[in-house]
C-alpha cells in the first residue's frame, strides 16, 4: 500500500496531497462514438436545459460504474446494431474514458452501445423538466397578467398623484423591477423551449 503524502498547513492541519494518477484523470481528452441523433439531442437538452456542461453530464453518467455493469449485462447488440447512428467526439475525463473501455473489454459490449444506453437513463429526467417547462409557461402568463395590472395601477397613480409623489416613483421602481424579472424568465423559458420539441 502506497504511503499517503501529507501537506501541513499550519501546527494541527495538515491535509493529503492529490497523487499525479487522481489528477491525470480529470484531464480532458476527446472521445468519438457513434450514437443516435436522440441520445445526442438528450445529451444535449439536459445540459443546456439544467444548465450543466456536457463534459460533467457524460462524466457523472459514464463514471457510475455500478449502472454501466447492469448495461453491459443486459445490452443486445442486435438492438443497438439496428439503431442508425452518428458519429460524434465529446470531451470527457481521461478516467471516465478508461472506465469505459474496461468495462466494455470485461463485458465484451460495444463502447458506443455502453454510452448510448447510458444516455438513455436521462430520458426521465427530460420528461420531468418537460413537465416542470409546462408549469413554468403557466406561471410566466400569471407574470404577465400581473405585470398588466401592475401597469394599470402605476397609470392610475400618475393620474391621481402625479409623476413626482414618492408612491409614483415606488411603484415605477418595482414595475422596472418585475420587467427585468419577467424578461430573464421568458428569457430562460425561451432557450428551454427545445425540451418541448424532443
Partial sequence: MAKQIKFTITEGISLPLPSADDLRGRQSVRATFKLSSRAIEALSIVAVHLGIKQKSLFDQLIEDAGSLNLIAKEIE???FHALERIQKTFVISRRTLVSLEEISRKFNAPRDALVEYSIQRLLPVIANERAKHRKRKEILQDINDHFENGLQILK???ALLGEDDPITIKLAGAMGACVHARE?????????????EF
Fill in 77 to 79: 447488440s442486435e438492438d
Fill in 156 to 158: 392610475k397613480a400618475r
Fill in 184 to 196: 430573464n424568465i421568458e428569457q430562460f423559458i425561451e432557450k428551454c423551449e427545445v425540451i418541448e
